[in-house]
């Protein structure tokens, strides 16, 4: 078990913010009626997800993984291009599930007139 | 190079390619939609089935994606496993393709046919490559496509209800997408590889991390709303109720490849000693199955409508998948991966049936069911069958998994689960004997003028219901595949 400490929770702020963003997601997810609105917490889920996965790919002063050449080559620091990588395959997903869900939303429009899913259930 | 070598990737990529060929023909012949699929899922089958035999005589299968060696590379492992559910799934879905020649005429509008199709072959694709793959991130690419074809097909119709069925389904199958992708990017912090048989290697050093815990957490319950898993399953009915009566053929694979997503998170990332004995995991799994099979059952009994009952029957039957991997020996995994291809067949018929009777009259109310079975013989026959073996009543292969699964929670030490399956056996009995016994027994209200489904529709029905007897009675034919899946699974 680590001791949580003042100093470990700043020193690891961008996972923390990952973990905030998750959950204001999931709140919107859950609370608000609207389902473009529903969408956009979704968006908010997966987007902290994503930089969950850059963050930890990421060091600091280090540069893009390019062999360096010349005197300085030895003692440059390349970051880890494995998560971004991933997360390129990881943004197209999260696109086409948008894009999806987009056209789902536009024909559910045009059926029942409203977008707030209370309405909606009133009216199936 | 030989062939044989490379059919791993070729048993993948022929529906993945006919998918993208499909629009262009629905463009510029129409008519051609149906036959092409069939060839190419015909043709998967046949490849499945040699990959099977290869795998049995010569043992699991490695193939690197362009060559590159793991870990760097992507590697697909079709173990016993993988070979196994690549013929199940091509075997249900080829079944699927000739049932919708003439069935899905009547359901969607000729320009939806061609796009029918290909998100058919592209979420057979995607299922088979989901068992076969041997990376972590993989899995879940091949999710997400499997993800996004079953959206779109279940709202493919394009009325009202089954668009915010579809929607509902897509949200909620979303959030678990990115529970998973949360978890493998937990993983990889950890151990710093996606290959799954090298990250089983690095694991064990760090199982007392928070990192993997949780890890392990979110992967679980972001596959278990895959799988459908009880108080996940809210997706399920509606998707299922509003969509057409192939769909949920096609779901039930959908949902059984979630399940073998968890087994391979247990058994081939974590090792089967950490998940049954340090954390618990495996005893979790089966307490939740248990109380799904229970649950979902007393809420068939309660429907009326013929497709939210059998989709209710659907999330109790995948637990008892669930139930047999949770139970953690040898003979408990042994019987849950029967039931994945035993469930598959059976409902597969059910769905069948319920189609053609939708197809020829309408009728979806139970209630309403009086007199068919001596207007439709031949289905109504193929229900009863498949509904017996719903129930479990030897010789259909019903019984032979649940009996599986309850002697080995008998030999486990656990008689408790074994008294859930009797009872959910007798849960089962009510609600499918109630349909029976009003198509036979009940008299209609009004006489309607009908005879049996066409004969595209008839033939897979009848096949369905024939394996429903000869998985029965030759339960041997699987379980030589599925003995030593288990042992690799558990490492004996």
């Known amino acids: 078990m680590i001791p949580i400490e003042f100093e470990f929770l700043l020193r690891h702020y961008n996972y923390w913010t990952s973990v905030v963003l998750v959950m204001i997601g999931l709140y919107t997810m859950i609370v608000k009626k609207n389902l473009i609105k529903k969408l956009m917490g979704l968006n908010l889920v997966e987007t902290a997800t994503f930089l969950f996965y850059i963050s930890m790919g990421d060091i600091e002063g280090g540069v893009a993984p390019i062999v360096a050449h010349g005197e300085h080559a030895t003692d440059v620091v390349y970051i880890n291009p494995l998560p971004s990588v991933l997360i390129l395959t990881a943004i197209v997903v999260a696109l086409s599930t948008t894009a999806l869900a987009l056209a789902l939303v536009i024909k559910i429009y045009e059926k029942y007139g409203t977008l707030n899913s209370e309405r909606i259930l009133e009216l199936m | ?492």
């Open chain 2, 1 to 492: 190079m030989r062939l044989s070598s490379h059919l791993p990737i070729i048993v993948i990529l022929i529906p993945w390619i006919t998918a993208y060929i499909m629009p262009i023909i629905g463009y510029k012949w129409k008519k051609w939609c149906n036959s092409f699929a069939v060839v190419a899922l015909a043709l998967s089958f046949i490849i499945s089935l040699i990959l099977a035999r290869f795998v049995l005589v010569n043992g699991p299968m490695h193939y690197y994606m362009a060559g590159f060696m793991p870990p760097w590379g992507i590697e697909l492992v079709v173990d016993y496993l993988g070979a196994y559910m690549c013929v199940v799934i091509s075997f249900i879905t080829l079944l699927v393709a000739l049932y919708s020649k003439e069935y899905i005429t009547k359901e969607l509008s000729e320009q939806r046919r061609p796009q029918y199709y290909t998100l058919l072959l592209l979420l057979t694709g995607s299922m088979m490559g989901a068992s076969v793959t041997g990376d972590l991130f993989n899995l879940f690419v091949c999710f997400e496509i499997l993800s996004i074809s079953s959206y779109a097909l279940m709202s493919i119709t394009g009325e009202g209800k089954a668009l915010l069925a579809g929607y509902k389904y897509l949200l909620i199958g979303a959030i678990a997408s990115s529970f998973v992708l949360l978890g493998i990017g937990h993983l990889y912090i950890s151990t710093g590889t996606l290959n799954m048989a090298d990250m089983f290697v690095r694991l064990p050093p760090l199982y007392s991390s928070w990192t993997v815990l949780a890890a392990l957490a979110l992967l679980i319950v972001g596959f278990s709303i895959k799988t459908a898993l009880f108080p996940l399953h809210v997706w399920l009915p509606d998707a299922y109720t509003n969509a057409p009566c192939s769909v949920p053929v096609l779901s039930t694979l959908v949902i059984k490849v979630g399940a073998v997503a968890i087994i391979r998170l247990l058994f081939n990332i974590f090792q089967p000693s950490f998940v049954i004995n340090t954390i618990p995991m495996t005893a979790a799994l089966s307490y939740m199955a248990a109380i799904a099979i229970i649950v979902a059952s007393l809420f068939a009994i309660s429907q009326t409508d013929i497709k939210r009952m059998l989709a209710y029957s659907s999330v109790c039957h995948v637990a008892y998948v669930i139930l047999g991997i949770g139970i953690g020996t040898e003979l408990g995994l042994t019987g849950g991966m029967l039931h994945i291809l035993n469930h598959a067949v059976t409902k597969g018929c059910l769905f069948f049936c319920a189609g053609a009777i939708i197809y020829k009259t309408g009728i979806r109310n139970i209630r309403e069911f009086g007199g068919l079975g001596r207007k439709m013989p031949v289905t109504m026959g193929a229900f009863t069958l498949a509904a017996l073996s719903m129930v479990g009543l030897p010789p259909t292969n019903g019984f032979m998994s649940k009996f599986y699964i309850a002697l080995a929670a008998m030999t486990a030490g656990r008689p408790e689960l074994a008294i859930v399956i009797l009872l959910s056996s007798l849960l089962n009995a009510i609600y499918f004997i109630r349909v029976i016994n009003i198509t036979y027994f009940g008299i209609p209200e009004e006489e309607i003028d009908i005879d049996e489904a066409p004969p595209t529709m008839l033939y897979p029905i009848i096949m369905l219901a024939a394996c429903c007897l000869i998985l029965g009675f030759g339960a041997e034919l699987p379980l030589t595949i599925l003995r030593p899946a288990a042992q690799a699974l558990l490492g004996v």
